[in-house]
């Protein structure tokens, strides 16, 4: 079946430094991706859709010069967190939309911790 | 406007009795309507989904949902809870215009010994 590979697992970082969390289909081609924020103990909250060779449309809120999202090929989409702080940790999770059938696959999620 | 309503924030089942899990949608058109299940610190699995056709879905795990469009309602059943079944579960509606996933908050499933 559909994998989406989701790099990394958790991360710990200082504040103001940059951090990127990849996500990878390995067996299809994404043509469009999805980010999304978790907070404890709440339902997703979409961040972003990227479409490949597209630039990202970002939700309502979100702000994109901080969360910048790269889906440059059919395969990897990536985000980066900016000049992250503590506010931004969470439980950030990518979805791919496999377009032979109308599913998403979910990657296992990123874990980010911001200190 | 569309909309997914998990009434239950929780629910708590001892094992070996049977699940029931409600969902809700407010959708304009014909749905897509998936369930998932996220365990701690993970992600997202698809458990079924429906788009067409028999409206009992048979997922993975022993589960499956009924559509019910007279009632716009697509719950999550299963006959016997096992401990593994522990998690938190999501309903979600596909929109076909743009293929975001409409969510419902999400019930957690706790099971009694």
């Known amino acids: 079946g559909a994998v989406v590979s989701q790099h990394p697992s958790w991360v710990i970082c200082k504040s103001g430094t940059s951090v990127k969390i990849e996500c990878r289909s390995l067996d299809f081609q994404a043509t469009t991706m999805f980010w999304y924020r978790q907070f404890p103990k709440q339902s997703l909250m979409l961040m972003a859709t990227?479409?490949?060779?597209?630039?990202?449309?970002?939700e309502q809120g979100v702000e994109k010069d901080k969360f910048l999202i790269n889906h440059a090929s059919l395969t990897l989409s990536t985000l980066t967190v900016t000049s992250a702080h503590p506010e931004d940790s969470s439980f950030y999770i990518c979805?791919?939309?496999?377009?032979?059938?109308?599913?998403?696959?979910f990657g296992s999620g990123t874990r980010l911790t911001v200190v | 406007a569309q909309s997914v309503t998990q009434p239950d924030i929780h629910i708590t089942v001892s094992e070996g009795a049977s699940l029931e899990l409600r969902c809700n949608y407010s959708y304009g058109a014909t749905p897509y309507l998936f369930w998932y299940v996220q365990s701690p610190g993970q992600g997202l699995q698809l458990l079924l989904k429906?788009?067409?056709?028999d409206t009992l879905v048979q997922g993975i795990k022993g589960f499956e949902a009924e559509f019910k469009r007279s009632q716009s309602s697509f719950n999550l059943r299963k006959p016997s809870v096992h401990w593994s079944d522990a998690a938190e579960y999501f309903c979600?509606?596909?929109?076909?215009?743009?293929?975001?996933?409409?969510w419902g908050a999400g019930t957690k499933l706790i099971i009694k010994p």
């Open positions: 979805s791919a939309r496999d377009s032979r059938i109308y599913g998403y696959t």
């Open positions: 429906y788009f067409s056709g």
């Open positions: 990227s479409n490949e060779g597209s630039k990202a449309t970002y």
């Open positions: 979600a509606v596909g929109a076909v215009s743009n293929y975001q996933l409409i």
